[in-house]
T-cell receptor, first 113, second 112 residues
Framework: DTAVSQTPKYLVTQMGNDKSIKCEQN?????MYWYKQDSKKFLKIMFS???????INETVPNRFSPKSPDKAHLNLHINSLELGDSAVYFC????????????FGQGTRLTVV | SQQGEEDPQALSIQEGENATMNCSYK?????LQWYRQNSGRGLVHLIL?????REKHSGRLRVTLDTSKKSSSLLITASRAADTASYFC????????????FGKGTSLLVTP
């Protein structure tokens, strides 16, 4: 069983389109995250979310929005895609707040053309 | 905001040798973690060391933490080709909410 799964694994789309990446965790964790990894492998937190609170990295454009239908899912919606959005996006989860082990999905490689 | 900074950026060694990677961070932390990322894959947790610990071992891994210098090191002993990956340190600084702040990583290549 995959602990944190995200789909799709690859996503190629044109500028201006709207797309979504789905993430599900079966670990019973109460906190989920979205990270963006750029071409230099730098990982940047985009969102942290648990059943009580959403924390948004203020540098993330508002074209990006997380949607959590339930505790096990945190999807990422991106509107009006731009070339600079091309990156690998990772979903992760952990039990409790920061300071515990995080489990990562396999990543979604987004290419905007 | 980025917290950790790994050093070196890249490291190439032969199987059987030891690999040492360093991480420096900027603000006070509750703990520090190390993760491994194989090419094209997600990150995998290796080890967590709390701010009141100085050293921790897990199999061939040894992690040290010096909070006075705001630095940590990861030692992989008797390296294997399968250890080839990128290694990241991560901290949970109080200004990061729930999330971990990652460094830029060290790319380790272990050749047979």
């Amino acid at each position: 069983d995959t602990a944190v799964s995200q789909t799709p694994k690859y996503l190629v789309t044109q500028m201006g389109n709207d797309k979504s990446i789905k993430c599900e965790q079966n670990l019973g964790h109460d906190t989920m995250y979205w990270y963006k990894q750029d071409s230099k492998k730098f990982l940047k937190i985009m969102f942290s979310y648990n059943n009580k609170e959403l924390i948004i990295n203020e540098t993330v454009p508002n074209r990006f929005s997380p949607k959590s239908p339930d505790k096990a899912h945190l999807n990422l919606h991106i509107n009006s895609l731009e070339l600079g959005d091309s990156a690998v996006y990772f979903c992760a989860s952990s039990q409790g707040y920061g300071g515990t082990e995080a489990f990562f999905g396999q990543g979604t490689r987004l290419t905007v053309v | 905001s980025q917290q950790g900074e790994e050093d070196p950026q890249a490291l190439s060694i032969q199987e059987g040798e030891n690999a040492t990677m360093n991480c420096s961070y900027k603000t006070s932390i509750n703990n520090l973690q190390w993760y491994r990322q194989n090419s094209g894959r997600g990150l995998v947790h290796l080890i967590l060391i709390r701010s009141n610990e100085r050293e921790k071992h897990s199999g061939r891994l040894r992690v040290t933490l010096d909070t006075s210098k705001k630095s940590s090191s990861l030692l992989i002993t008797a390296s294997r080709a399968a250890d080839t990956a990128s290694y990241f340190c991560a901290t949970d600084a109080s200004n990061s909410g729930y999330a971990l702040n990652f460094g830029k990583g060290t790319s380790l290549l272990v050749t047979p």
